[in-house]
């Protein structure tokens, strides 16, 4: 398909599942021993991916990362492989440049991979490491759909030689760690909510009139991997490949995916939630303009925990029509407010934290630090042998409540703001959200009265499957077939699927 929309997702669901895919998966890579490192004890590191958050890592480890160095740097697009390696070469490092990951991985010259690459390829690429005797760093989200990132975890579990790490940076939040500690003594009483924001600018990335010739720098069935080959149809500032993918169902998930990932796995670590919710409803919409993107830039996704609920809001238009500046809600833009009995907790982007009571008055400043450290322990997880901040199950989770989100959008319908209002009365928080979201609307010129808004249904999840489950069985069987839930991968870029992962395939 050239353009995914929710009805195409559903469409596909309920025409048939992906399990059968997975019987000729084939594993590319035996998995080699733990690599040495080079001679003067340097872990020696490719990073993959270097257009965008990729090219800052290639950045650290040029200048900043002690104990470990670059040797290497691969990218689908030659034109950005060529720009980075011209970067590395002004600074005085020659690093071997591939196109082609399966290529990089041959190399016995490199120990520890860090993958920058869009969210789709992520699964693929951490197991394919691990099959080829990598250490690897995983950029958030885990996974582009829940099914995959089970088997990357369970991948760390047969290839013990090795370690992931995932780019979840708050965890390594000194504040962060200080404030959860608090809260599970009891010093501020029990949580009553939970709630990430992403708050960002977001503006339309324009409207094509069909599918966009693919540029010839770009090895297109490469960094397509997994996901349907399909022919680009976006051709915004960032040209017809690079960023916009996130706005995709094919390849990204919004901004719930892509910024809020981080903000989900903070709030869902102060809950102390061992793993997915009983259940999850969504709603929102892509408002304001009409542009190429899928997903919505306005969404509110509830996750029924049985601690405390767990609320996170994504909006990409502004305070109000003509304005710059985004909203805030307690003092936050991205970030998350953790509301307890005796006051709430604000967590930062970078990871501080900062203590309120309930009249908004300043309790405590947390002053150990953010989430600088992370990328640097990362090389000590490599040299130690073991991980302590970023576990990847836990990335998974937070990974897969995203997709659980997008997941209920997708099968959802438009309603009114009038009947959403109505089936939401009874739940005090929900209300409030959907009041601030109607507000927000109207700010921005929106003419919440005849513009409706895309209702998902409330899912039941079995966490221990991870799968959905209840009476319903059309829509229970269109959300487990939804590729957001399981997308088994194409051709040679299948998922390899790990024996003893406890997920079921459909």
Not at 60 to 72: I, T
Not at 104 to 114: N, P, Q, R
């Amino acid at each position: 398909m050239n353009n995914w929309t929710r009805k195409d997702f559903l469409r596909a669901s309920l025409l048939g599942g992906t399990a059968a895919a997975l019987a000729g998966h084939t594993r590319l890579y035996g998995q080699a021993a733990a690599a040495a490192g080079s001679a003067n004890g340097d872990i020696r590191v490719g990073v993959v991916g270097v257009n965008a958050q990729g090219a800052s890592h290639m950045r650290d480890y040029l200048n900043k990362l002690k104990g470990a160095r670059l040797v290497a740097i691969c990218d689908a697009d030659s034109d950005v492989l060529g720009k980075r390696a011209a970067e590395c070469d002004k600074a005085g490092v020659k690093v071997a440049t591939y196109v082609d990951y399966r290529q990089m991985l041959e190399s016995k010259d490199i120990d520890a991979i860090v993958l920058g690459t869009p969210n789709h390829l992520h699964s693929l690429q951490t197991i394919w490491g691990l099959q080829a005797g990598k250490d690897v760093y995983c950029e958030k989200p885990l996974s582009h759909n829940v099914w995959e990132g089970r088997q990357a975890v369970e991948a760390t579990k047969k290839y013990t030689k090795n370690i992931v790490q995932a780019g979840t940076q708050n965890r390594s939040s000194l504040d962060i760690m200080e404030a959860i500690a608090e809260v599970r003594a009891g010093t501020y009483g029990k949580i009553q909510w939970v709630r990430g924001l992403c708050y960002k600018t977001r503006d339309s990335i324009g409207l094509t009139t069909g599918p966009q010739p693919v540029p010839a720098s770009v090895n297109y069935d490469l960094w397509t991997g997994p996901a349907d080959l399909t022919p680009p149809r976006r051709n915004g500032s960032k040209g017809p490949i690079h960023y916009d993918w996130h706005w995709f169902w094919n390849y990204g998930g919004g901004d719930i995916t892509n910024q809020g990932i981080h903000q989900m796995d903070v709030a869902r670590w102060f809950l102390g939630e061992p793993g997915l919710p009983p259940s999850v409803m969504s709603f929102g919409g892509r408002f304001g303009y009409r542009d190429d993107a899928e997903t919505p830039n306005t969404l509110v996704s509830v996750f029924g925990y049985e601690k405390a609920p767990l609320i996170f809001e994504v909006r990409g238009l502004p305070m109000k029509a003509g304005m710059k500046a985004m909203d805030s809600y307690k003092g936050a833009r991205v970030g998350v407010i953790v509301q307890c009995e005796k006051g709430y907790l604000l967590v930062s982007e970078s990871g501080n934290v900062t203590a309120f009571d309930n009249d908004n008055q300043k309790i405590k400043a947390f002053t150990k630090g953010g989430n600088g450290s992370h990328r640097a322990n990362f090389v000590k997880a490599v040299q130690t042998r073991k991980v302590v901040n970023g576990l990847v199950l836990e990335c998974h989770y937070s990974s897969a409540l995203c997709h659980l989100g997008n997941v209920s959008f997708l099968l959802g319908k438009e309603k009114s703001n009038t009947a959403l209002a109505e089936a939401i009365k009874a739940d005090v928080n929900t209300k409030d959200t959907f009041a601030r979201v109607m507000d927000h609307l109207k700010a921005n010129e929106i003419d919440t009265a005849k513009t409706n808004t895309v209702v998902g249904p409330l899912l039941k999840i079995d966490a221990k499957t991870e799968m959905f489950t209840g009476a319903e069985k059309e829509i229970v069987a269109a959300a487990n077939k939804n590729p957001l839930r399981m997308r088994a991968g194409r051709g040679a870029f299948k998922i390899p699927v790990m024996q003893g992962a406890t997920v079921a395939a459909s």
